[in-house]
């Protein structure tokens, strides 16, 4: 892949270690199109998890990401992993959930600690949202990267789908213009299990914004 000069950054040990045995343990995936200069913000589909280890080990760049705040904090993470993720989700005994979840608690909220992820309160309004908005501005403004899931159905893994994401992430591109008099970078990703596909910058302009949301959408399910 050829890429333009940018900021290189570093992660800590932790996930840097982490990185280094999931790429020894995963299928490599293709990657077509280059990295646009930093700060910038990567939209993806989470795709059941697949899509988020394809991001860290496909982009070769420092990513912050958004992360669902339940994750960001171990005990939350581990009641929310024993109650539903374990057994609702994925039907696990009652032995099971309880052993397994403080150990996959305390991992996800290290590995969220390592990534500086920046915590999303869904489906919340108020100063827990703008938060959320104000650290992915500072955040670009100190010239990070960040990685945003916004497809609802985060379990769906059909590459040919269509689907509904969270808007949440456009008013990033009304504060930092406030604040900077830039517009962001909008950097679309197309992944599956064999490739990662990596679309040019989109940003918005204050017209005909349904139709950049809709080209951003279509990159991230499309190639």
């Not at 070769?60 to 990401?65: A, I, K, M």
């Amino acid at each position: 892949m050829s890429g333009r000069k940018y900021r290189r950054k570093k992660y800590n040990a932790w996930i840097g270690f982490a990185l280094f045995c999931v790429r020894r343990c995963t299928k490599k995936r293709k990657v077509e199109g280059e990295l646009p200069q930093a700060p910038c913000v990567y939209l993806c589909r989470h795709r059941d998890n697949d899509g988020v280890i394809g991001a860290f080990t496909s982009l070769r760049t420092v990513l912050r990401p958004w992360v669902l705040h339940t994750f960001t904090d171990y005990q939350t993470a581990k009641k929310h992993l024993q109650e539903y993720t374990f057994s609702k989700r994925l039907g696990y005994g009652k032995l099971f959930c309880k052993l397994a979840s403080p150990i996959v608690a305390r991992v996800l909220t290290s590995l969220s600690k390592s990534a500086r992820a920046i915590p999303v309160y869904r489906g919340e309004t108020g100063m827990r949202s703008i938060t959320t908005l104000k650290r992915t501005v500072e955040a670009l403004q100190a010239g990070d990267n960040i990685l945003i899931f916004p497809d609802v159905d985060y379990a769906n893994e059909n590459d040919q789908a269509g689907g509904e994401v969270y808007q949440g992430f456009v008013a990033v591109d009304r504060l930092y213009y406030k604040k900077c008099g830039k517009r962001v970078q909008f950097v679309p990703v197309y992944m599956t299990k064999e490739k990662t596909v990596v679309h040019e910058p989109i940003e918005f302009t204050g017209e005909n914004d349904a139709e950049t949301l809709k080209k951003i959408v279509d990159g991230i399910y499309k190639a």
